[in-house]
């Protein structure tokens, strides 16, 4: 996939990177944070990043957006390329019975789940979207928890991938598609 544009000509990931905030020394000292917040509260800046995502995104059946600002994005995509969307919450947030996977963070554990009735998921292809690709351990076990499920899942998209953490390596075999890489 070639670089992808806003319909004024301009580069998705300049979109992004312009209206990306930096914050410094946030959560611990040496961290630069980036923040997508602004990037979603623009017009212009939700547009490029929902266009692009559903390009990408062409051809699911579902998407799954990871708890939290996945949850925005998978929710606007859905509803641009006209399927539906699932919501991977963090443990404990939906009614049982639930399908969980816990996984390992640099910091402790967290666990991910998905309802267990109501939504057959078997044999569905379903792309997963968040906001950030980090260390990926969020992002592989929401594959994994997807694919326990009976799911296809042929990728997942993200806004942002911070290349230096090994999120990419971590995720693998999952194909991930970043509208920009820092």
């Given at each position: 996939m070639g670089v992808r544009e806003v319909s004024s000509g301009r580069p998705v990931a300049d979109v992004i990177k312009a209206l990306t905030r930096e914050v410094p020394?946030?959560?611990?000292?040496?961290?630069?944070?980036?923040d997508l917040t602004p990037?979603?509260?623009?017009?212009?800046?939700l547009a490029a990043v929902t266009d692009a995502l559903a390009e990408i995104a062409a051809g699911a059946d579902l998407v799954a957006g990871i708890d939290a600002r996945g949850f925005l994005?998978?929710?606007?995509?859905?509803?641009?390329l006209g399927i539906g969307v699932l919501a991977i919450r963090k443990g404990g947030k939906l009614?049982?019975?639930?399908?969980?996977?816990?996984?390992t963070l640099e910091y402790g554990t967290a666990t991910l789940e998905?309802?267990?009735?109501?939504?057959?998921l078997a044999g569905r292809r379903i792309v997963i979207i968040d906001d950030v690709l980090a260390t990926g351990g969020t992002l592989a076990a929401a594959?994994?928890?997807?694919a326990a499920s009976g799911a296809e899942v042929p990728m997942a998209a993200v806004v942002l991938e911070l290349s230096g953490l090994?999120?990419?390596?971590?995720?693998?075999?999952?194909?991930?598609?970043?509208?920009?890489i820092v």
């Open positions: 020394d946030f959560p611990e000292p040496g961290i630069q944070f980036k990037v979603l509260a623009d017009r212009d800046g994005l998978g929710g606007a995509v859905a509803h641009r009614p049982p019975p639930v399908h969980s996977q816990t996984y998905i309802p267990a009735d109501g939504i057959d594959g994994a928890l997807l090994g999120g990419r390596d971590k995720v693998a075999p999952l194909q991930v598609s970043s509208l920009q």
